[in-house]
């Protein structure tokens, strides 16, 4: 087998295991404040909760570009070693934390230490034929896809069985298997040596070499409105559930169900769709799906109970399943040489600042314009990005955009 069929075999075990284990506990967060931490109010619970969330999304927003600046000196699979070992020790700590400011710190720490998607994106990217770049990438987004579906459903029959804070040992054990499966089987062609040599640049200097290629100011952009578009309503699914259907007794299962439905079809359509960009090209499958997600948000505001609404986000899930990957293959292809790992980690910035951002605004939205209202928001978002993305990417002629190693 080749390696590079050997590295995406190996990465998308851990994007699984590692997005598993990030999601086991999150969803039951609330309920961990309450049995575990000592915590009893309501209000202080939601309080405790939002900032704990948050925190892990702020530090990784500062982080992300320092450890891609880092992976162009030392390697992209020794920045996937250093968050992958990194992340299951603090995963671990979280088990023994006994008040919520210790579990909120172990949280700021997980961000400034994570990366582990990113670099895997990066080391899939540099060791993947172009021509193959498409597939590998939808590819490589259906493992965490896969892993944030199970994720909850794991950890919802773990609590039951043995607790919340066993939870974190498992998910730290989980990313601890990961990262030696990279060890061991995941290489890179990277010469250190030349790489010392060469100059470094600041992070506020890469970045100024990377948005001059108007391209990727518009990915990065595209990606935060995406997160952003995504995110918003995320977070207050179960209350417009409850809105539908205010006779539900088990809603913690439907709201998990509705978000399963979303993952699984992003899952399966991930690499069709990337293999199908890597034919007629990621730019026209980008701009299908910001359309198709854009039409598909818009009955979710019409959704009459909780049937229409799984049945609208399960068919949203196809349409998302084409945004992500296709984003971080057209990054691959338009950063400069030598700068990818660089434009991947300012990309998950952006996306850290989406997932930051996106549930206090929805949130403050939709007390004036209803949980419906963020829908058809999330769905103009879409809509404007797919206007952008056309201007940007598609409206250009085709190859003056390439990179010059790309010509050559």
Same mark, same amino acid.
């Given at each position: ?37 000592? $915590?009893? =109010? ?11 969330? @948050? /925190?892990? *999304? &702020?530090?990784?927003? %500062? ?94 029959? $773990?609590? =039951? ?11 730290? @054990? /989980?990313? *601890? &298997?990961?990262?030696? %499966? ?227």
């Amino acid at each position: 087998m080749e390696q590079w069929k050997r590295n995406l075999i190996v990465l998308w075990f851990g994007q699984f295991l590692v997005m598993s284990g990030m999601t086991m506990i999150m969803p039951f967060l609330t309920l961990y404040l309450q049995a575990d931490l000592g $915590l009893s =109010d309501p209000h202080e619970i939601g309080i405790w909760s939002g900032a704990i969330f @948050a /925190s892990n *999304f &702020v530090t990784a927003f %500062l982080f992300q570009p320092l450890w891609g600046k880092l992976s162009e000196r030392y390697g992209r699979k020794l920045m996937l070693l250093r968050s992958g070992f990194g992340m299951a020790i603090v995963m671990c700590l979280m088990g023994f934390a006994a008040t919520p400011l210790h579990l909120l710190l172990l949280r700021l720490l997980n961000g400034v230490i994570s990366g582990f998607n990113p670099a895997s994106i990066a080391l899939v990217s540099a060791t993947t034929p172009k021509d193959k770049l498409g597939f590998a990438m939808g590819t490589l987004q259906s493992g965490g896809i896969a892993g944030t579906i199970l994720g909850p459903l794991i950890g919802g029959i $773990l609590a =039951d069985t043995i607790g919340y804070r066993f939870i974190f040992y498992i998910t730290g @054990a /989980s990313i *601890f &298997v990961a990262s030696i %499966l990279v060890l061991f089987v995941v290489k890179e062609r990277f010469d250190r040596k030349q790489a010392e040599q060469k100059k470094q640049m600041s992070v506020l200097a890469g970045l100024k070499q990377i948005v001059i290629v108007p391209q990727i100011t518009a990915l990065f952009m595209i990606t935060l409105l995406i997160q952003f578009a995504n995110m918003s309503p995320m977070s207050l699914i179960p209350l417009y559930i409850q809105e539908l259907n205010p006779e539900l007794t088990n809603l913690a299962f439907f709201a998990g169900l509705v978000s399963s439905a979303t993952g699984l079809s992003n899952m399966l359509a991930s690499p069709v769709l990337g293999k199908i960009g890597d034919r007629i090209g990621a730019e026209k499958i980008l701009l299908i799906s910001l359309l198709g997600a854009a039409i598909s948000f818009i009955p979710q505001a019409y959704a009459s109970d909780v049937w229409h609404l799984l049945i609208a986000r399960f068919f949203l899930g196809f349409f998302l399943g084409g945004l992500v990957p296709t984003v971080n293959a057209l990054l691959g292809k338009y950063s400069p040489r030598g700068m990818e790992t660089r434009t991947y980690s300012f990309n998950s910035s952006f996306i850290s600042l989406g997932n930051v951002i996106a549930p206090v605004a929805g949130g403050i939205v939709s007390g004036w314009i209803g949980i419906d209202g963020l829908f058809i928001i999330s769905a103009i978002l879409m809509l404007a990005n797919g206007i952008w993305a056309w201007y940007s990417l598609l409206r250009q002629k085709p190859g003056l955009h390439l990179r010059k190693h790309d010509k050559e």
